[in-house]
């Protein structure tokens, strides 16, 4: 039952969602300090840049793998100076695919399942969303390595979930950049088929409910 394993894919994430929120701030006479990076008005908006955004799925079941893509349809990094403030993003959940299946009758089998009301309803939610409420950077991060810790909600199938990970942010002229793999529980979505959260003697025919979302997303000024 290859064309269920699918249904870890997306869960769009996506993602890709990014980053702003909930934040903690501590006020003196002489300053304000936040542990959190608070988006100020002042904030510029980077617009994500569709066409080189970047989000991959990737799902695994008891008997094999499947992986895909998915793109973002919208989408913003909010930005003050060469920080990161905030952000939101809208998924768009008819362009998902598959990558692992080289079979045209079988891969359209499995998008369509994936589609369907046993995944993730695309007829009724056409889109997902995910908006920062907050960002949080990680003291002396090494080169290349996560330097924001991300909090977000994110919404799939209408129902939102806060979910949080580390993620690589950098902002340089007039160009922003976020790379960061976003593990999904589909359970907290309602998404049922061949989830051992609601199904008992499942064997071989089990999916995992977790699925993992690889963003790569540009913006720009």
Request: charged content about 20%; glycine content about 8%.
């Amino acid at each position: 039952m290859k064309k269920t394993a699918i249904l870890a894919s997306f869960a769009a994430m996506f993602m890709f969602s990014a980053f702003t929120g909930n934040t903690t701030i501590t006020t003196t006479p002489a300053a304000n300090t936040t542990s959190e990076v608070a988006a100020p008005a002042k904030a510029v908006s980077y617009k994500v840049e569709a066409g080189k955004s970047e989000v991959k799925w990737h799902a695994k079941k008891v008997t094999g793998e499947h992986m895909g893509n998915i793109k973002l349809k919208e989408g913003q990094i909010l930005v003050d100076g060469n920080k990161p403030t905030g952000g939101n993003f809208v998924i768009d959940m008819n362009s998902i695919t598959c990558t692992d299946i080289a079979d045209a009758e079988y891969n359209g089998k499995l998008i369509g399942h994936l589609k369907n009301d046993d995944f993730f309803s695309v007829d009724k939610f056409p889109t997902s969303t995910f908006k920062i409420t907050s960002l949080t950077p990680v003291k002396n991060a090494a080169a290349g390595k996560p330097n924001y810790t991300v909090k977000g909600n994110l919404t799939i199938k209408g129902i939102t979930n806060p979910i949080e990970f580390p993620a690589v942010i950098t902002v340089k002229n007039g160009a922003a950049s976020a790379k960061a793999d976003v593990v999904v529980n589909r359970a907290k979505y309602d998404i049922r088929y061949g989830s051992t959260s609601f199904f008992d003697s499942l064997g071989d025919k089990a999916i995992d409910d977790n699925f993992t979302l690889s963003l790569n997303i540009a913006a720009k000024q």
